[in-house]
């Protein structure tokens, strides 16, 4: 659309009610105007080879699909599709001008109650996560199923879905998927596949391949009192016509890719109970790994995008890198043994960034000193506490409550079965002991990641924290130096030590430990 007629579609003259504002929001395949009650969606004229709205027609006829397959969940928010019209302004949703395209129109949802936002605010609960599986399986039992669509599960299908995504990425290598990533992933998914054909037959004998959603994810979920699932994949059969397991995987990597995937054991639990599909599991990781995938590829799109503004094509390549990066995570967290991990490092030298980002790409579990030490006190993780150094709740009794409940966590995670990152200081060698003896003790890998960098780099780092209003870390510079006085150097005999300069981009540190690990 030609930007005169995009800046007529901002004016709130240009729609049929009454509206304050009107705010538009751009993907890669459409415009998204929202007025004060409504939500009016444009397509793109773009052709991706699976998605074509190159023509009127095409645009006109898959807006009435997504208008139709929509209301399967949500039949009372998609009201039909309307006329975008000429006008001596530009482009209008009123009059009798020609007809220059198309838009479905939609009931506007309540932003802050979109899944992604609770989820940030820490505000969706258990039983929360538990609707939303009862209303996808129940969708996934009534889905229409049959033969044609029985043969979108077909090992012939899966294969060149995951050939045009390499093919479609090739022009995004060494920019948001780095080389040995893609042969990583092409590996694994060409082995899967290989290795379990009769696990896909058995997947359409049993009748788990439907006319799914195929966009099930955080951003497309508002939950009020109904759970509302829109934006549903119209533009194209062979995506929507899927394995459940696909389906649900693609909310399951979002969770994980959001830092929320605690909550997948609870949505899996309630969704088998539903649907009585246990051997799901055995496939999930497959299609997690190219829900990941996908949507690395699709956030690279938008980097093409002429319309686009520069910064929003920052964040999509962060974003696109980010997706990439956890689909192969899913594949060599596989090859990762029960591990405790533990880092060891000054204030702000970087150790929280690292475990953060370590545990995201390998699905690990984490423990922070921080946030445990708050808890134990009941104090809010966020809130400042500025005692002096070695005091309060920073004095060698509350440090040693801090560091046996890191160690009764750690060794819960251990003993069932999970990996474990411990986030903290571990600046006395005795601490560091504890924790090496159980893992000894357990039978479990046992690594020590050191972070460090240059001086100047921490007190940027720790003065920029003084100036964000909450914060979990109490680490200022006046404190700098007397606990690099107590600081106990590691040794050769404490373990595997891998050391970390985290002045480097973090991307590379985590490259850096993952090779050191033997997982790379």
């Given at each position: 659309m030609e930007p005169k007629l995009l800046k007529s579609l901002l004016k709130p003259q240009s729609y049929p009610e009454a509206t304050a504002?009107?705010?538009?929001?751009?993907?890669?395949?459409?415009?998204?105007?929202?007025?004060?009650?409504?939500?009016?969606?444009?397509?793109?004229?773009?052709d991706f080879g699976f998605l074509n709205f190159s023509t009127l027609d095409r645009r006109r006829f898959y807006c009435n699909e997504e208008v139709r397959l929509n209301r399967r969940l949500c039949p009372d928010i998609y009201l039909g599709v309307v006329e975008v019209r000429e006008s001596p302004a530009g482009a209008?949703?009123?009059?009798?001008?020609?007809?220059?395209?198309?838009?479905?129109?939609?009931?506007?949802?309540?932003?802050?109650?979109?899944?992604?936002?609770?989820?940030?605010?820490?505000?969706?609960?258990?039983n929360?996560?538990?609707?939303?599986?009862?209303?996808?399986?129940?969708?996934?039992?009534?889905?229409?199923?049959?033969?044609?669509?029985?043969?979108?599960?077909?090992i012939e299908n899966i294969k060149r879905n995951w050939e045009e995504n390499f093919q479609q990425v090739v022009e995004f290598i060494d920019d948001s998927l780095a080389q040995r990533d893609l042969q990583i992933i092409r590996d694994w998914t060409e082995s899967f596949i290989a290795d379990n054909e009769r696990l896909f037959a058995e997947r359409i004998s049993r009748g788990f391949i439907r006319d799914c959603d195929g966009d099930i994810?955080?951003?497309?979920?508002?939950?009020?009192?109904?759970?509302?699932?829109?934006?549903?994949?119209?533009?194209?059969?062979?995506?929507?016509?899927?394995?459940?397991?696909?389906?649900?995987?693609?909310?399951?990597?979002?969770l994980d890719y959001h830092g929320r995937s605690a909550f997948a054991e609870v949505f899996l639990t309630e969704y088998a109970a539903v649907t009585g599909d246990r051997g799901i599991v055995n496939v999930l990781d497959f299609y997690m790994v190219y829900r990941a995938f996908v949507r690395g590829k699709v956030e690279s799109f938008r980097l093409l995008d002429p319309v686009i503004?520069?910064?929003?094509?920052?964040?999509?390549?962060?974003?696109?890198?980010?997706?990439?990066?956890?689909?192969?995570?899913?594949?060599?967290?596989?090859?990762?043994?029960?591990?405790?991990?533990?880092?060891?490092?000054?204030?702000?030298?970087?150790?929280?960034?690292?475990?953060?980002?370590?545990?995201?790409?390998?699905?690990?579990?984490?423990?922070?000193?921080?946030?445990?030490?708050?808890?134990?006190?009941?104090?809010?993780?966020?809130?400042r506490v500025h005692d002096e150094y070695g005091t309060g709740i920073y004095s060698p009794e509350f440090s040693a409550a801090t560091y046996k409940e890191l160690l009764a966590r750690g060794e819960k995670a251990l003993t069932s079965g999970h990996s474990i990152i411990i986030d903290a200081t571990f600046r006395s060698k005795s601490d560091r002991a504890l924790f090496r003896n159980m893992?000894?003790?357990?039978?479990?890998?046992?690594?020590?990641?050191?972070?460090?960098?240059?001086?100047k780099l921490i007190k940027q780092r720790l003065d920029n924290r003084m100036q964000r209003a909450q914060e979990v870390s109490d680490g200022r510079w006046?404190?700098?130096?007397?606990?690099?006085?107590?600081?106990?150097?590691?040794?050769?005999?404490?373990?595997a030590l891998i050391f970390v300069d985290t002045s480097r981009p973090i991307n590379d540190n985590i490259d850096e430990i993952l090779t050191n690990m033997g997982l790379l």
């Open positions: 504002s009107v705010h538009l929001i751009q993907t890669h395949v459409s415009f998204i105007f929202i007025t004060d009650n409504f939500v009016y969606k444009i397509k793109k004229p773009v209008t949703l009123t009059g009798d001008g020609k007809v220059i395209d198309y838009a479905v129109k939609m009931k506007r949802l309540p932003a802050e109650r979109m899944l992604d936002r609770l989820l940030a605010e820490d505000k969706v609960t258990d929360d996560i538990r609707r939303i599986a009862r209303t996808i399986a129940e969708f996934h039992l009534n889905a229409e199923r049959g033969e044609e669509i029985d043969s979108y599960g077909s994810h955080l951003e497309n979920i508002c939950l009020t009192d109904h759970v509302y699932i829109f934006d549903c994949i119209e533009f194209n059969n062979r995506f929507r016509y899927s394995d459940t397991a696909a389906d649900i995987a693609f909310f399951l990597m979002d503004p520069e910064h929003e094509k920052k964040t999509a390549r962060e974003k696109a890198i980010r997706y990439f990066r956890l689909a192969r995570g899913y594949i060599i967290r596989r090859k990762l043994p029960p591990t405790l991990i533990i880092t060891c490092g000054l204030m702000g030298s970087g150790k929280s960034t690292v475990a953060s980002a370590l545990a995201r790409e390998l699905g690990m579990a984490i423990a922070a000193s921080d946030p445990v030490r708050k808890e134990i006190l009941a104090i809010p993780a966020d809130s893992s000894e003790r357990l039978g479990v890998s046992f690594r020590v990641i050191q972070t460090v960098c240059k001086e006046e404190l700098f130096n007397r606990q690099k006085e107590d600081f106990e150097q590691l040794d050769g005999d404490e373990g």
